[in-house]
């Protein structure tokens, strides 16, 4: 389950170096489908990953205000800021209890922390999913999504 996250962390630097050449109103464009635009998509992928990580730990989730991230640089900085205590979950908790039932703040019953890994993996792929269509549709490459002859890095490396 850890290579997926590590892919993960790898597409969405990628989608966010991406971003960097991309038109400001390209960004920010409302589009369809998805949670409106490329931008807000990134800000989506990245917050969602950390309040589930949290619930996971049983921390209190903390709120990520959207209006403090309106640059890609700013973007990049809060993966990395959340990334680095994702990390360090996994490599302190190595042997952690996957069936463990934990229940997040915002949900009614409580789920294992396998089915909220799975769903956290899974959020992602399906975001990128629809910021490879809006490249697409503007005309762009999208970034590789493609699992097979990535160089993996290794999630302690995040912790660097």
């Known amino acids: 389950m850890l290579k997926f996250f590590e892919y993960n962390w790898q597409v ?7 971003c960097e050449t991309l038109p400001e109103d390209e960004l920010f464009k409302r589009r369809v489908g998805g949670v409106n635009s ?14 589930w990580l949290r619930a996971i ?8 205000n ?7 640089a700013s973007l990049q900085s809060l993966s990395k800021e959340c990334r680095l205590e994702i990390a360090s979950f996994f490599v302190d908790n190595p042997t952690f209890d996957s ?3 934990v229940q997040p703040e915002w949900e ?3 789920l294992s922390i396998q089915d909220i890994l799975y769903h956290i993996i899974v959020h992602e792929i399906h975001h990128i999913g629809q910021l490879s269509i809006w490249a697409r549709e503007i005309g762009l490459e999208p970034v590789s999504a493609n ?9 302690s490396h995040y912790l660097e």
């Open 57 to 64: 730990q049983e921390k209190q989730d903390v709120p990520i």
């Open 108 to 110: 009614k019953t409580s």
């Open 12 to 18: 969405r630097d990628e989608w966010l170096n991406w």
């Open 66 to 72: 959207y209006k403090d991230y309106s640059s890609i």
């Open 99 to 101: 069936n463990k039932q």
């Open 38 to 51: 490329i931008h807000y998509t990134l800000f989506h992928i990245i917050e969602v990953e950390y309040s």
């Open 147 to 155: 699992f097979v002859d990535r160089d993996m890095i290794q999630v």
